[in-house]
Nanobody, 125 residues
Framework: QVQLVESGGGSVQAGGSLRLSCVASGLTASLSFMGWFRQAPGKEREGVAAISSFTKTTEYADSVKGRFTIYRDNAKNTLYLEMSSLEAEDTAMYYC??????????????????WGQGTQVTVSA
């Protein structure tokens, strides 16, 4: 089992920056991928960014490429999402996710087994 706890959300004006953190505990050595997902009111949860535990390769949704950066500090068992040039459309609940599975598409919800409770990000225009 793996437990995930997010932090770092908040309110920011458009153009601003935020960094989200996700502390993982439990059987973290077994994880293949970790990622960030988000869900805006009235919309489905969508993949934002993911990182491979082994190769450190990253994948981003088109909507955040060039603005968001995902990285992981293995020594601290912490996953980060650095967000810049935030837009009102980025407003959502952000969730940290992790999995021991492998797949070609690492931004789909069904790949992930473990989820955090979420942290709210609100961007005002």
């Amino acid at each position: 089992q793996v437990q995930l706890v997010e932090s770092g959300g908040g309110s920011v004006q458009a153009g601003g920056s935020l960094r989200l953190s996700c502390v993982a505990s439990g059987l973290t050595a077994s994880l293949s991928f970790m990622g960030w997902f988000r869900q805006a009111p009235g919309k489905e949860r969508e993949g934002v960014a993911a990182i491979s535990s082994f190769t450190k390769t990253t994948e981003y949704a088109d909507s955040v490429k060039g603005r968001f950066t995902i990285y992981r500090d293995n020594a601290k068992n912490t996953l980060y999402l650095e967000m810049s040039s935030l837009e009102a459309e980025d407003t959502a609940m952000y969730y940290c996710a992790a999995t021991t599975r492998f797949g070609l598409n690492v931004l789909i919800l069904s790949l992930y087994e473990y989820w955090g409770q979420g942290t709210q990000v609100t961007v005002s225009a």
